[in-house]
């Protein structure tokens, strides 16, 4: 059973219906609007009529959210602008550039077209009314290469003309070199966009199928980012775009089974805020720690603060820059040391007592970002070692099922399994957020919650790993797997609701660093509660 098959096994998610009714459309984002159960009007409703829906939590809610594919994205596309394209009497191509430049809100387009000079419409949407249109090119050759035929010259409604293999080699270079949909003629200082059907005339047949596959892929990345309620899944592979009821969503759910945080686009980092797990990456990946290891393991020069790393025995120490020589225990000159430097007479002096705090400081610092990490990498460890253990329980239910099980009846121990998962994802975050916090007697409690959690998490793994599969009571084997489970799912929700609750009341208080930008993002956590 793979990854996709274990999850959909545990939910019934209804697929999203492709195309819906005349009247969804890539409608407006639905972030700041009060919704009324008695209005109808689904104008004023989130990208394709997704409509609002339960408050979201820092545990998923797969209800939640709806999915779509890039050609979905794309039929979508094609059918709004046949609709645009009919209601105002534009050619295709201009009403595609003015939906893209009004982030596909057909509502947005219409009433700015029918309220605002057409001039400032149209130029600021970097496109040419079609009553301004120019049937022939400015110039009798190819602005680029010189091509003087002036059969082979196209131009887009602008009068800039270039042969076809000009046009071509430019569209590869935007498309496949820089990544870009949106693109302007080759002519200096003209902003016109480049229409779709153009691109797809020029890029005709098998020679140029990747760059045309490509080019398709940025108009649907773009449809995606030109929306604050939609987001690609970021899991390896998956097709899917999730579609959220709202912009301020936090942990979803793909059609695939992974699961995400729709603000940032890390795994579900639960029970963690983003601006927290962004402080705690940079933190293993920059040189910050190599900082600390160099002040821990090392000591400056008393007189020019060259950083010195001692490789010896003996104590006393010559720098190699000013040749100046000191007491590596007490930082103090070494003459007055004599044949006495055990007794290290100057070993109390003030000046010598900062260096040594600061030293002591940084070890202290070092060491307890170690027990997090640890920790931390620890059970991401245990999470990509028991992707076997999905095997292993794939197997004992097909050996369950030639015994007279049912398939639904065997579906605890993939259900185990998924709480296993789950409960080892927080608990390699709940390492984060006890990092960033201040020991504080609602800190002791989270503390208390943690130990339990993990102590159930993994009572549950060694009774799957170790004894599950030997065991030959399946009716015992059932009740004590579910069991096991439901003591997991509590003292995992008794965790989250804490730190949800300390959210809420602000009962948390965090290391200086992070403070200040917690305070705005926990203030943002707390409006998506009340959407």
């Known amino acids: 059973m793979d990854d996709e098959e274990t999850f959909m096994a545990m939910s019934d998610d209804e697929e999203f219906p492709v195309g819906g009714s005349d009247d969804e459309d890539f409608g407006e984002d639905?972030?700041?609007?009060?919704?009324?159960?008695?209005?109808?009007?689904?104008?004023?409703?989130?990208?394709?009529?997704?409509?609002?829906?339960?408050?979201?939590?820092?545990?998923?809610?797969?209800?939640?959210?709806?999915?779509?594919?890039?050609?979905?994205?794309?039929?979508?596309?094609?059918?709004?602008?046949?609709?645009?394209?009919?209601?105002?009497?534009?050619?295709?191509?201009?009403?595609?550039?003015?939906?893209?430049?009004?982030?596909?809100?057909?509502?947005?387009?219409?009433?700015?077209?029918?309220?605002?000079?057409?001039?400032?419409?149209?130029?600021?949407?970097?496109?040419?009314?079609?009553?301004?249109?120019?049937?022939?090119?400015?110039?009798?050759?190819?602005?680029?290469?010189?091509?003087?035929?002036?059969?082979?010259?196209?131009?887009?409604?602008?009068?800039?003309?270039?042969?076809?293999?000009?046009?071509?080699?430019?569209?590869?270079?935007?498309?496949?070199?820089?990544?870009?949909?949106?693109?302007?003629?080759?002519?200096?200082?003209?902003?016109?966009?480049?229409?779709?059907?153009?691109?797809?005339?020029?890029?005709?047949?098998?020679?140029?199928?990747?760059?045309?596959?490509r080019y398709y892929e940025r108009v649907a990345d773009a449809i995606v980012d030109s929306k604050k309620t939609m987001r690609w899944c970021p899991a390896p592979d998956c097709k899917f775009a999730v579609i959220a009821p709202h912009s301020k969503c936090k942990m979803v759910k793909c059609k695939c089974g992974f699961e995400f945080c729709f603000q940032c686009g890390q795994e579900n980092h639960t029970p963690v805020l983003c601006l927290m797990l962004k402080a705690w990456l940079k933190k293993c990946a920059d040189d910050s720690e190599t900082s600390n290891w160099l002040q821990a393991h090392t000591k400056p020069c008393p007189k020019c603060a060259s950083v010195i790393e001692k490789n010896g025995g003996c104590n006393h120490m010559s720098c190699r820059k000013c040749k100046h020589e000191f007491c590596w225990i007490c930082l103090g000159d070494w003459e007055p040391h004599g044949s006495s430097w055990f007794n290290c007479t100057r070993f109390n002096d003030s000046e010598t007592a900062v260096v040594r705090e600061k030293v002591d400081a940084s070890r202290s610092l070092l060491k307890r970002y170690l027990f997090y990490f640890d920790r931390f990498k620890n059970h991401q460890s245990s999470r990509q070692f028991e992707e076997k253990l999905v095997k292993a329980v794939d197997w004992k239910m097909k050996q369950m099922q030639k015994q007279g099980w049912g398939w639904v009846e065997v579906q605890f121990l993939i259900q185990a399994v998924a709480t296993l998962q789950q409960a080892r994802r927080v608990l390699q975050y709940t390492y984060v957020f006890a990092y960033y916090l201040k020991k504080t007697p609602q800190c002791l409690i989270f503390e208390e919650n943690q130990a339990d959690l993990q102590m159930q998490t993994e009572r549950l793994s060694e009774y799957l790993e170790q004894r599950a599969a030997k065991m030959d009571d399946l009716h015992n084997l059932k009740q004590q797997v579910m069991n096991l489970r439901a003591y997991c799912e509590h003292r995992l929700q008794k965790l989250v609701e804490h730190v949800e609750e300390g959210y809420k009341v602000g009962f948390w208080e965090y290391d200086e660093k992070i403070a200040e930008e917690m305070v705005g993002q926990v203030d943002e956590f707390n409006e998506s509660l009340e959407l």
Request: aromatic residues 6%.
């Open 30 to 213: 639905n972030d700041d609007v009060m919704v009324d159960d008695d209005d109808d009007d689904g104008d004023d409703e989130a990208m394709f009529g997704v409509e609002e829906s339960g408050a979201p939590t820092l545990l998923v809610d797969e209800t939640q959210c709806t999915f779509i594919t890039a050609d979905e994205l794309i039929a979508q596309q094609v059918h709004l602008i046949k609709e645009i394209s009919s209601v105002l009497q534009l050619p295709h191509g201009t009403a595609r550039v003015l939906l893209e430049h009004f982030g596909w809100s057909k509502e947005q387009l219409m009433e700015r077209y029918w309220t605002e000079d057409h001039d400032k419409l149209f130029a600021d949407a970097r496109c040419i009314q079609p009553k301004d249109m120019k049937d022939q090119c400015d110039e009798d050759m190819c602005s680029i290469c010189g091509n003087d035929n002036k059969e082979e010259l196209l131009q887009i409604g602008c009068g800039h003309g270039f042969c076809h293999e000009c046009w071509v080699a430019y569209l590869e270079e935007k498309i496949l070199s820089q990544g870009k949909q949106s693109i302007e003629c080759p002519e200096y200082n003209c902003n016109i966009l480049v229409d779709e059907s153009t691109v797809t005339s020029l890029l005709k047949g098998p020679a140029h199928a990747e760059t045309l596959a």
